[in-house]
């Protein structure tokens, strides 16, 4: 079997056995599932509206997907993306607001920079607890979601909230931090969708990720650590290094949603903005197969199932957009189980002859 | 007892038996050998019901037999032990043994009588295991008897045991050896699947040769020797002794002064040792595995952290304590690791990824100071694949589809590829077939030959004997002597790598 075919091979035969069960669950709640699923991907694929929400939705997921990509590569299991992501939000709101008058020139790189180093700087504290110390990376990236939130949400309540304002949201950010929607440059694309520069700066993130894993000497550390760390320490690669590299650049992919949120979107910081993104990172990652070009491809799908659920959900008698939930689901526990399939495949082969 | 006839086994392409014909008489010790891919394992798996043969027959006791599972040969008094075993860590001996075929109904398992019987059968054996003792608990050698005893305790008359060897230090397998003359004068049939020759010696009493899925021989072990059956496996010619030139020895390269090295529990594993290695000279350890071997390598090479070391490492005038991996290769260290899988090699990585590894960082792999240079790499790999013969010649490949005679030469391929002053050498041909053996023992000595200094490890006696200069003994962490390799008797050396002084 070609390369390719093989790769390919389990994260479809997951999502289509997600659909049978999907399906199944359909019919038992007594709704029709070839009407359901039509309505789910219909809606997810329409043009104009369907395709631009999928799209903008799944641009925080490749950006998780990334991150939590680069970590496994290194063999760490950064299920902290969710709090990277709110940290460096709330320091692109920051930058934004403070040098709110600032040119555009000067104003968007400032925030892009705050996206970045805010994230890496908060994915970097497991990745230096983990070298030093040796403190697992899963028990620390998760106790500092739960910081991240916390404090995040202290910041804006009680310094950067407009006083009156009952929702929890810090001030606007100054206009010129603002990046163009997408239907600006697209004719009969309307620019009301949210769908914004970040996605393609999503795409151009997956180009860099590929080109640095698998072309630079940073990139072939980082895997060596995560294949095998004592012949990465047996070549003479600082695996402590390579840690907090991993992690760094991790959490600075995390970050890069509050480009796509703070500046395309909202033009503040929100409390609760992120749907789990980092979370879902970590099944776009797995069903990706840990590959920028993968991770596309499970983000646009995981985008299309969100955006389409909110249809079944106000379209269908019985069927709820619950439905996406199990089909998440569904194809993560495949995705899992493929050590299972290959084991049963496994045995037709010929072993050690 | 049991013969093959005519067995044809083919995976794909490969055809791993071709009409295979091999023969056992019921209450002997029967080897089968070949080097890695000769089919002998095929065979065996065949005949235990692993996989079952395109065509050919199974003869037990006279009748011929249709076994398609492990199951049709375990009724048919047919056990395996397999080169890993398949033990379940955490369950006592009793529990292994009787797994899968446990006494007693379904709900009521009746340990006690088992472990009755276990006891029964290790003292029928002197295959001394403790039925109650969990299997983490238990040595690598006291893992084996545990394996013997499941197939014993299914009643097994044939045993087939696959490299049962490899995994032993030599005093193991002299109780190994033991146990084997135990079963065979109660009238069990042993087929030992084996590559090294010394071991069918001392204890077969037939041996058939495969190579290439074929059987090339068969022959009483009282009427053959290493030499003949050598060539039988490699199909010509092999010189089992190494022929090398007088050293020309120049300066000191390594000075090791009082080097005492703690493991992570704070054990010295390496206690007070002081050597040195000049350039043009190969100096051997040999010692029993785990009397601080691998720990002194290690330090050597900068694999060990500088706070469990005391003493000093001196390379070419320099200090090394402190020094990193690194820093230690820049300056013309090279290492080949003594577990190739775990320290030598990222398996999932290409052989030209696993080319690299320790020069990834620098011109001319590194162009520009960032990207690795693709062209760079590939003329490397390709240069490491021809000039050490590496199979199949494919650089995109995982270095995990290798045989480990082949994974062996990348690794040495590219340590040499650095033209090292200084080489680390550890067990260089664990697992490695005889026509491979061969190969490494001259490159080690071109190597020597071309002025560098060698330290090589190895838990075989004969390899290091024949290949150092000097040699130096290792018990409990310390050198318990030195002796000139040239005269010393394997008595003389086994004594002080058993008894220190």
Partial sequence: MPKLARELLFPLIAVVAAFIVGGILILLVGDNPITAYKLLLGSALSWPDGIGYTLFLSTPLIFTGLAVLVGFRCGLFNIGAEGQLYVAAFATAWVGITFANRGSWLLIPLCFAAAILAGAFWGAIPGVLKAQFGSHEVINTIMLNFIAVALVSYFTQYHYKVPGDPILQTAPIGPGAYIPHLGKFIHGFPERIPLNVAFLLALLCC?????????????????????????????????????????????????????????????????????????????VALLGRNHPVGVILAALL??????????????????????????????????????????????RLPGNV | MLELRQITKRFGDVLANDHVDIVVKPGTIHAIVGENGAGKSTAMR?????????????IVDGQPRDIKSPHDAIALGIGMVHQHFMLVETMTVAENIVLGAEPGSSFDLDLK??????????????LAVNPNEPVEHLSVGQQQRVELLKALYRHARLLILDEPTAVLTP??????????????????????????????????????????????????????????????????EVLLRVEKP?????????????????????????????????????VGIAGVEGN??????????????????????????????????RVRRELGIAHIPEDRHRRGLLLDFSLSENAILGVHYRPPIVAGGIFLDEKAVHRRASEIIQGFDVRPPNAALPARALSGGNQQKLIIGR???????????????????????????RQLVALRDAGCAILLVSAELEEVTSLSDRLLIIHEGRIAGEVDPKVATLEEIGLLMTRGH
């Fill in chain 1, 207 to 283: 180009l860099l990720v590929y080109l640095f894993l698998w072309r630079t000497k940073w990139g072939y550390e980082i895997r060596a650590t995560g294949s095998n760390p004592f012949a990465a320490e047996y070549g003479g690669i600082s695996i402590r290094k390579q840690i907090v590299l991993a992690m760094s650049v991790s959490g600075a992919l995390a970050g890069m949603v509050a480009i796509n949120e703070v500046l395309g979107n909202r033009h503040r910081y929100y409390d609760g903005f992120s749907d789990n993104y980092g979370f879902t990172g970590i099944a």
């Fill in chain 1, 302 to 347: 995981f985008a299309a199932l969100q955006h389409g659920g909110i249809y079944v959900d106000g379209f269908s008698e019985h069927v709820t957009k619950d439905i996406v939930q199990v089909l998440q689901g569904v194809i993560i526990l495949f995705v899992a189980a493929e050590g299972f399939f290959k084991w049963a495949l496994g045995r």
């Fill in chain 2, 46 to 58: 065949i005949a235990y019901g692993f996989y079952t043969a395109d065509s050919g027959e199974i």
């Fill in chain 2, 113 to 126: 009588r088992a472990g009755a019987q276990i006891r029964q059968l290790s003292e029928e054996f002197k």
């Fill in chain 2, 171 to 236: 005093l193991e397998v002299e109780e190994f050896f033991v146990i084997l003359r135990r079963m065979r004068e109660q009238g069990k049939t042993v087929i030992i699947i084996t590559h090294k020759l010394s071991e069918v010696l001392a204890i077969s009493d037939e041996v058939t040769v495969m190579r290439d899925g074929k059987v090339v021989g068969r022959v009483q072990t009282k009427d053959t020797n290493a030499a003949e059956l050598a060539r039988l496996m490699v199909g010509r």
């Fill in chain 2, 246 to 282: 007088e050293a020309k020895v120049g300066r000191p390269q390594l000075e090791v002064r009082n080097l005492s090295v703690t493991d992570i529990n704070s054990q010295k594993r390496v206690n007070d040792v002081s050597f040195e290695v000049r350039s043009g000279e190969i």
């Fill in chain 2, 292 to 325: 601080g071997q691998t720990e002194l390598i290690e330090a050597l090479a900068g694999l060990v952290e500088p706070e469990r070391l005391s003493g000093e490492i001196n390379f070419e005038g320099r200090t090394l304590n402190a020094l990193g991996a």
């Fill in chain 2, 415 to 441: 340590e040499y590829h650095v033209n090292p002053k200084l080489l680390l050498v550890s067990q260089p041909t664990r697992g490695v077939d005889i026509g491979a053996i061969e190969f490494i023992h």
